[in-house]
């Protein structure tokens, strides 16, 4: 009898335990930012359009902005929407120089589109079906990703990989179709890309970097 009521008590405890590990699960949260207003693109970001609101942490990852000091005065690249959580990619500090770079748009393959997103910061290669063994020569280095389309100019930001290799399956548009912010001098090379047999692929890093040489050979 003793015994039955050691391993009630101890049943108990344990089912309680568990419900309140639930209970703080499904009630904490985490604080981030968000527009109070919808952000234009190239807009500058400001405190006074800013406001934190209440989340689950499992939306959240490392590149949510959580303190003003991640995204005031810096630019937005993409539109940030009113109410939605920040993706601290999408906006560039003031000292890049949105205004001597250019747009471009260019057909990317989504096995050679790297997963980028936009805010992303690319270097572009052009690869040769005929080259087979040789290093891809480098074409233009550290673009901004403005927008991912699919075939029909629809954003598919936030599509994943498993996803894009599922779209033959009708589950979702793959990337098709993406938009640049290129160098002038770099432009020549990578507008060759608007075509739709195009032969660019990308390759997304963290941060700038500057090679001595890019390489800028001609042909696909």
Same mark, same amino acid.
């Given at each position: 009898?003793i015994?039955?009521?050691?391993?009630?008590?101890?049943?108990?405890?344990?089912? !309680?335990?568990?419900?309140?590990?639930?209970?703080?699960?499904?009630?904490?949260?985490?604080?981030?930012?968000?527009?109070k207003?919808?952000?234009e693109?190239?807009?500058?970001?400001?405190?006074?359009?800013?406001?934190?609101?209440?989340?689950?942490?499992?939306?959240t990852?490392?590149?949510?902005?959580? /303190?003003?000091e991640?995204? $005031? #005065?810096?630019?937005?690249?993409?539109?940030?929407?009113?109410?939605?959580?920040?993706?601290?990619?999408?906006?560039? @500090?003031?000292?890049?120089?949105?205004?001597?770079?250019?747009?471009?748009?260019?057909y990317?393959?989504?096995?050679?589109?790297?997963?980028?997103? $936009?805010?992303?910061?690319? #270097?572009? !290669?052009?690869? /040769?079906?005929?080259?087979?063994g $040789?290093?891809?020569?480098?074409?233009?280095?550290?673009?901004?990703?403005?927008?991912?389309t699919? #075939?029909?100019?629809?954003?598919?930001?936030?599509?994943?990989?498993?996803q894009?290799?599922?779209?033959?399956?009708?589950?979702?548009?793959?990337?098709?179709?993406?938009?640049?912010? =290129?160098?002038?001098?770099?432009?020549?090379?990578?507008?060759?890309?608007?075509?739709?047999? @195009? !032969?660019?692929?990308?390759?997304?890093?963290?941060?700038?970097?500057?090679?001595?040489?890019? $390489? =800028?050979?001609?042909g696909?």
């Amino acid at each position: 009898m003793i015994f039955a009521l050691i391993i009630s008590l101890a049943a108990f405890g344990f089912s !309680y335990a568990k419900i309140q590990q639930h209970i703080e699960a499904s009630t904490t949260t985490v604080r981030v930012l968000v527009p109070k207003d919808t952000i234009e693109a190239y807009s500058v970001v400001t405190s006074d359009n800013l406001t934190t609101i209440a989340v689950p942490p499992n939306i959240t990852d490392e590149n949510t902005a959580l /303190s003003p000091e991640q995204i $005031e #005065d810096r630019i937005a690249v993409a539109p940030l929407y009113a109410g939605k959580p920040i993706d601290i990619r999408t906006v560039i @500090s003031k000292a890049e120089d949105l205004e001597e770079k250019q747009v471009v748009g260019v057909y990317i393959d989504p096995a050679r589109c790297a997963g980028v997103n $936009e805010g992303d910061l690319v #270097d572009i !290669y052009r690869i /040769s079906p005929t080259s087979q063994g $040789e290093a891809a020569p480098k074409i233009a280095q550290n673009c901004r990703v403005l927008r991912v389309t699919d #075939d029909k100019g629809v954003s598919t930001r936030g599509v994943s990989v498993v996803q894009s290799a599922a779209a033959s399956a009708n589950l979702t548009k793959p990337p098709r179709i993406v938009y640049l912010l =290129v160098s002038p001098q770099e432009v020549p090379y990578v507008i060759q890309g608007s075509a739709e047999q @195009s !032969y660019l692929s990308l390759s997304k890093k963290t941060k700038e970097t500057i090679d001595p040489v890019v $390489e =800028v050979k001609g042909g696909r």
